[in-house]
């Protein structure tokens, strides 16, 4: 960490391409797990359009200090047009959209596409390789599949709740969308695959079905093959490993926090050397990983005294030296200073027509021949309505629909979209 470094501010770059140029993708999705999975696309250059009521996204009511934040965000690089679902008019032109596109996105329960007249069957009878990604809670078979489902449901159900935090207190739900975004990595990866096979493969397009549970349970490993091995039901050990010891949070002497994982014998050996305690190595109960587990609490005990008695940066470059395995436990403050965050860009600042800039994280993958861009910020409600559908339906036939109410153009600067 380094005082007096901030933040890059950097310009948008609407001339970028990007590798999925040409690809265009339909969101219909609410709030955070699509836009998660069609942020990949646009990041890389898919014309993602967002078609939101009239209200627009749900994503847009997650306000912090009256500003848009996580819309801003997850819905960079898209286009937006705002339209009355309920209207038969508005589902015709979503159904005029599809001819030319080649994936749709959608998080409705099951069973909403159907009645609305936009179901996989009658979309792949307008354009046999359309690609539907179709996000739900519990998906679309099995008996909770009409069940109402939401992020905080299937961290609950999936057990990650249930290993989350200390064993003397309540299981811990985490404090971000986890379900959602990890569902939106998926649908990302599995919607790719699909194109390939409709692009390179000259297959049929298809239905990719994501359901929130699903996602999380690809996440927790072997946790149900621990179970029928064993019996056990994993327990919650805050920071602690079931696998791996030394590894936990840290106190330093100025209190901050530091994270330590020693999770191979030689990682461990050299951090009990530098800590002076030589004599763990051959001690029977901190020999081997297996017998550190089984005297956790003394092991904690020992190398937490050591980290107390130095301060968070003494602690650092000590054991980067020893090339030991530790690192800062930062907050949001933190990182706007940190040498790695600025030099590598990992946050960057951009423009925004609302607080001047804004940060956000870049495109997390870093391709040499065929890098994503920022081309744009997150749309107003409607910003590209009549940009995408008066070509589409004709100059008076546009006016007829916008003035009867059934669809949004951007609203003026001062107009709040809710």
């Not at 519990?138 to 961290?155: C, D, I, N, V």
């Not at 699909?194 to 297959?203: M, P």
């Not at 690809?218 to 179970?227: E, V, Y």
Request: hydrophobic share 40%.
């Amino acid at each position: 960490m380094t005082d007096g470094k901030t933040l890059r501010q950097k310009p948008w770059r609407p001339e970028a391409s990007g590798p999925l140029s040409g690809v265009r993708v339909i969101d219909l999705s609410r709030v955070a797990a699509g836009n998660m999975l069609s942020m990949q696309l646009a990041d890389f250059g898919a014309d993602v359009i967002k078609f939101e009521p009239l209200t627009g996204d749900t994503l847009r009511a997650m306000r912090i200090e009256g500003v848009e934040t996580y819309w801003k965000v997850y819905a960079r690089n898209k286009r937006s047009v705002a339209l009355d679902f309920r209207r038969p008019e508005c589902l015709d032109l979503i159904r005029r959209m599809v001819a030319d596109a080649d994936a749709l996105i959608e998080n409705f329960r099951p069973g909403v596409m159907e009645r609305m007249g936009l179901g996989p069957e009658a979309l792949h009878a307008i354009n046999p390789k359309l690609v539907i990604g179709r996000i739900s809670g519990w998906g679309h078979s099995g008996p909770y599949r009409h069940k109402p489902g939401f992020g905080t449901l299937a961290e609950g159900y999936s057990g990650f709740a249930a290993i989350s935090g200390f064993g003397d207190r309540e299981p811990l739900l985490p404090a971000i969308f986890l379900a959602d975004m990890t569902t939106g990595l998926h649908g990302a990866y599995a919607l790719m695959v699909a194109l390939w096979h409709v692009r390179v493969n000259g297959g049929a397009g298809q239905v990719i079905e994501l359901s929130l549970l699903d996602s999380l349970l690809s996440i927790l490993g072997p946790l149900a093959a621990n179970h029928k091995l064993t019996g056990k039901v994993k327990p919650r050990t805050g920071s602690r490993s079931t696998t791996n010891c030394p590894r936990n949070v840290y106190q330093t002497s100025d209190g901050k926090w530091m994270a330590l994982s020693a999770s191979t014998q030689r990682t461990a050996e050299r951090l009990f050397r530098v800590i002076g305690r030589e004599d763990m190595i051959t001690d029977p109960r901190f020999e081997s990983n297996s017998a550190r587990l089984r005297h956790v609490e003394e092991v904690d005990r020992i190398v937490g005294g050591f980290i107390r008695s130095q301060t968070l940066a003494e602690n650092l470059e000590l054991f980067d030296r020893e090339e030991i395995t530790v690192g800062p436990v930062y907050d949001s403050s933190d990182l706007a200073h940190d040498d790695y965050i600025i030099e590598r860009e990992a946050l960057v600042e951009y423009e925004d027509p609302e607080v001047g800039f804004i940060p956000m994280h870049a495109v997390t993958a870093r391709m040499s021949a065929t890098p994503g861009a920022m081309r744009r910020p997150a749309p107003a409600v409607g910003e590209h309505t009549r940009e995408i559908f008066e070509p589409l339906m004709g100059a008076q036939a546009y006016r007829d629909l916008l003035a009867s109410g059934a669809l949004l153009e951007k609203p003026s600067p001062d107009c709040d979209p809710d």
